[in-house]
């Protein structure tokens, strides 16, 4: 099995930044691509960054120039490091890794359990 952990989700003022942090542990040959997803009340989810295993990097217009999403794959570890925070980035954040479990295999995503962020203005 795979597990996902993440931390670092919490209450800032508008204009602060958080770092967020998931880590990925268990049956792992290699992940293929890490990404944080968002989910406010009524809304659909949707993907904030992703970066996969060659190092590039996509993100949603909405948080360009304000996040940025990193990985250490040694720790198979993914950040998403929020700056000048917005109330409308309120939601629960989520982490995702595409994860090979064997070199033959195709990646299946796995989810991490969410983390709330609010920003109050």
């Known amino acids: 099995q795979v597990q996902l952990v993440e931390s670092g989700g919490g209450l800032v003022q508008a204009g602060g930044s958080l770092r967020l942090s998931c880590a990925a542990s268990g049956s792992i040959a290699s992940i293929f691509a890490m990404g944080w997803y968002r989910q406010a009340p009524g809304k659909q989810r949707e993907l904030v960054a992703e970066?996969?295993?060659?190092?590039?990097?996509n993100y949603a217009d909405s948080v360009k120039g304000r996040f940025t999403i990193s990985r250490d794959n040694l720790k198979n570890t993914v950040y998403l490091q929020m700056n000048s925070l917005k109330p409308e980035d309120t939601a629960v954040y989520s982490c995702k890794a595409d994860v090979r479990r064997s070199y033959l295999s195709s990646p299946i995503g796995y989810w991490g359990q969410g983390t709330q962020v609010t920003v109050s203005s």
């Open positions: 970066i996969i295993s060659g190092g590039s990097t």
